[in-house]
């Protein structure tokens, strides 16, 4: 029997175990009285929620579309992640006076119902969506709420084009009409036949232009990717846009000129980038005055190829800027008829900016001219050979 004091019997390694095991069962306890409490707050918590029906946060935990349960008291028990980022609950109820009455109007009668509402946002145009709300038990109604406000944008810029195509349309058609019946009654006037037949030939062209453009415009709207993408030469692009433009240049007195930095390549489809070009410079010669000049220059810029139309027109005043890429906007509707104009041709430049990954922007002073400049990226072929 040992005769010291006990700790002077066991070892320094014995005590230290010891001391690691106490520890260890004191620890232990600690964390498992944690778990313990933690389970039991979670159990009243939920015997404090509402029992909603079977598999219902389940189907709200992976739905897209922005769905809500709310209770009978009108406050929201469950959103889906897209309902709290639409921003539909506010405060633990809905945020929409009008939905929040179309859910009460459910509750009462049991009767699904959908709709379509206009919610106001902070910044930015009110969103339209559709809503369906439907009960799911004596206590709880459903709402999903479906933003639809780019469908009824996209509806209204066709309602437009329909009706500004048809309005567009029946100006040619119904002159080149009239003109025929002129030509029939002047038939033994070989002077007056030969005139109307003149102007026929003119709204013919105006016709077809028009038509080609619309084809045109409606291709590059599809958000389809460039068909034959391909090193695009900008002179020859430049000098064939020029060209196309120099007989009612030439007509009025009107100088094209070119100038810049030769020998510039994009990337692209030439056939868009040239019609692109060719408006623009159509466009300037079209709003400039008798005896003046066009100039048509390209330079680099960074990674951007810069095609810019200089013209001492009329100008654009400064509130109606934003508005000259619309389809059909014109500055001045008055001389539309004078210029041959159809109001495709700024939104076609913009499409084929956007196509191509570029831009296009306007400078315009009224009364002083005009400069448009697409800016198209550099192909990497030019970069290496410059």
């Not at 408006?279 to 003046?292: E, F, I, K, Q």
């Amino acid at each position: 029997m040992c005769r010291v004091a006990y700790h002077q019997c066991v070892s320094p390694t014995t005590q230290a175990f010891l001391a690691a095991l106490i520890g260890a069962v004191v620890a232990g306890g600690a964390v498992l009285a944690w778990h313990v409490s933690q389970r039991q707050q979670e159990a009243a918590i939920r015997a404090d929620e509402p029992a909603l029906p079977a598999g219902v946060a389940t189907v709200l935990s992976v739905l897209r579309s922005s769905a809500v349960v709310v209770d009978d008291a009108d406050d929201v028990v469950k959103a889906s992640a897209p309902a709290l980022a639409f921003g539909l609950v506010r405060g633990g109820r809905l945020g929409s006076p009008e939905l929040a009455d179309l859910v009460r109007q459910v509750r009462r009668d049991g009767q699904i119902r959908e709709t379509e509402l206009t919610m106001p946002r902070p910044s930015g145009m009110p969103r339209t969506v559709t809503a369906r709300v439907a009960p799911l038990s004596s206590r709880f109604v459903l709402a999903l709420v479906e933003d639809r406000t780019r469908e009824r944008r996209v509806e209204a810029v066709r309602r437009d084009f329909v009706a500004n195509v048809s309005h567009e349309l029946k100006t040619p058609v119904g002159a080149i009409k009239l003109l025929a019946e002129a030509v029939a009654d002047a038939s033994d006037d070989p002077q007056a036949v030969e005139r109307f037949a003149t102007r026929m030939t003119t709204e013919s062209d105006r016709l077809s232009r028009l038509v080609q453009q619309i084809i045109e415009l409606s291709r590059l709207q599809g958000d389809e990717p460039l068909e034959g993408p391909a090193i695009v030469d900008v002179d020859d692009v430049v000098k064939r846009s020029v060209d196309i433009t120099v007989t009612d240049a030439t007509s009025r007195n009107i100088s094209v000129v070119r100038g810049g930095t030769p020998g510039l390549t994009i990337f692209g489809n030439e056939e868009q980038v040239s019609a692109a070009v060719t408006n623009l410079v159509a466009n300037a010669v079209a709003y400039s005055g008798d005896d003046s000049t066009v100039l048509v220059s390209t330079k680099p810029n960074d990674d951007m190829v810069e095609i810019s139309v200089v013209d001492q027109g009329i100008g654009i005043p400064h509130d109606e800027l934003d508005r000259i890429f619309e389809r059909f906007y014109r500055v001045d509707p008055a001389r539309h008829r004078s210029t041959g104009g159809t109001g495709l041709g700024l939104s076609i430049v913009k499409h084929v900016a956007a196509t191509h990954g570029g831009d296009v922007r306007v400078w315009s002073l009224e009364g002083q001219g005009s400069t448009f400049t697409l800016s198209l990226p550099r192909s990497e072929q030019e970069e290496f050979t410059v």
